[in-house]
């Protein structure tokens, strides 16, 4: 059959459900009429040959006959990938990866070709990876592609998104600001930094709130309390108070008031939890000075 013809099957019952059936569709002792479309396809063939090969024969396996078996899993990791099986895709790429790398190339001919796929398997790698929220993988595999081409665009827009990602901003910006010199107008790239700059900000924001509520809130708390916040093993605000946090912002949100207050005297996992939650929520969080005491004020933002 070729791509797109279109073939009917005629099956005894014998080769389908037999006298059993499938009820209630299928009768038992029916004959069973497929049609069947190819609509697409991947010929393995060379790929499924080579796996069955030991390890010794795939080392001295020709060149040849290796890349053709990694360029047709390249194909299978792909059309993974464009069915959203990432996970397949990151054994397929990385089984075709270490193929390509256990293989002895004779001359600077072989080491250009296999240099050329090895940049399209780290690169897909550190896509899926990525996909996956595998982030330390994705950037080993964004750090590959870079040895072999330090300026390859893609693998610094990826490293760029890993790294934002793992909050580490001012290598994040470096990265970016690397591909963008390279691809000026790629979109993407410009979308990457812009994020960037918006997450990077609420970060600055919310260390100094931090810095603000820690070092002016144990002045107006009782002893107790203070011994509580600098406590080292409260470093987890308890599901009691999250779900309690969670509520009353949600209820703030669906209310019609702009401002609400929080207490003041709160624990460092309780601030942390509380933060993060007003970012969760588009809200914004500032603080002010209520008979004698320190109030956390929380407040919507235009997009609320």
């Given at each position: 059959m070729?791509?797109?013809?279109i ?7 014998e ?5 059993m059936?499938?009820?209630?569709r299928?009768?038992?002792d ?11 396809f991947?010929?393995y ?5 080579f796996e069955?090969?030991?390890?010794e024969?795939?080392?001295?396996a ?7 078996a990694?360029?047709?899993q ?21 089984k ?26 780290y ?5 899926s990876?990525?996909?996956v929220?595998q ?16 300026n390859n665009t893609?693998?610094l827009?990826r490293r760029?998104?890993v790294?934002?990602?793992l909050?580490?901003?001012?290598v ?13 107008s ?5 979308r990457?930094?812009l ?15 931090m ?11 009782e ?17 009691a108070f ?6 009353s912002?949600?209820e ?13 005297e709160l624990?460092h996992?309780?601030?942390v ?19 004698g005491?320190?109030i ?9």
């Amino acid at each position: 059959m070729r791509v797109m013809e279109i073939a009917s099957f005629l099956i005894r019952p014998e080769y389908a459900y037999g006298s059993m059936g499938c009820p209630p569709r299928i009768p038992g002792d029916s004959t069973i009429l497929f049609n069947v479309e190819i609509l697409d396809f991947i010929d393995y063939a060379d790929a499924a040959q080579f796996e069955a090969l030991s390890l010794e024969e795939k080392k001295c396996a020709r060149f040849e006959r290796v890349i053709a078996a990694v360029k047709s899993q390249f194909e299978v990791g792909n059309r993974f990938s464009k069915q959203n099986a990432h996970g397949k895709a990151i054994q397929t790429y990385r089984k075709a990866v270490r193929d390509l790398e256990n293989c002895t190339l004779q001359d600077e001919n072989e080491e250009d070709i296999s240099r050329k796929i090895l940049l399209k398997l780290y690169l897909n790698l550190a896509i899926s990876c990525h996909q996956v929220n595998q982030l330390v993988q994705s950037l080993k595999y964004s750090n590959k592609v870079l040895e072999l081409d330090p300026n390859n665009t893609k693998a610094l827009y990826r490293r760029g998104l890993v790294k934002t990602a793992l909050h580490e901003y001012s290598v994040a910006r470096a990265c970016l600001l690397q591909a963008k010199r390279l691809a000026p107008s790629d979109k993407s790239i410009i979308r990457a930094i812009l994020d960037l700059d918006e997450k990077a900000e609420k970060a600055r924001k919310k260390e100094v709130m931090m810095c603000s509520l820690m070092f002016r809130q144990p002045l107006e708390l009782e002893k107790h309390t203070i011994d509580k916040l600098c406590d080292e093993n409260t470093s987890v605000a308890d599901d009691a108070f999250i779900k309690m946090v969670r509520n009353s912002l949600t209820e703030f949100i669906n209310s019609k008031l702009d401002k609400m207050e929080f207490p003041g005297e709160l624990t460092h996992p309780e601030l942390v939890c509380l933060l993060d939650l007003v970012d969760e929520f588009d809200l914004e969080m500032s603080q002010k000075r209520k008979d004698g005491k320190n109030i956390i004020l929380i407040s919507k933002t235009k997009n609320c």
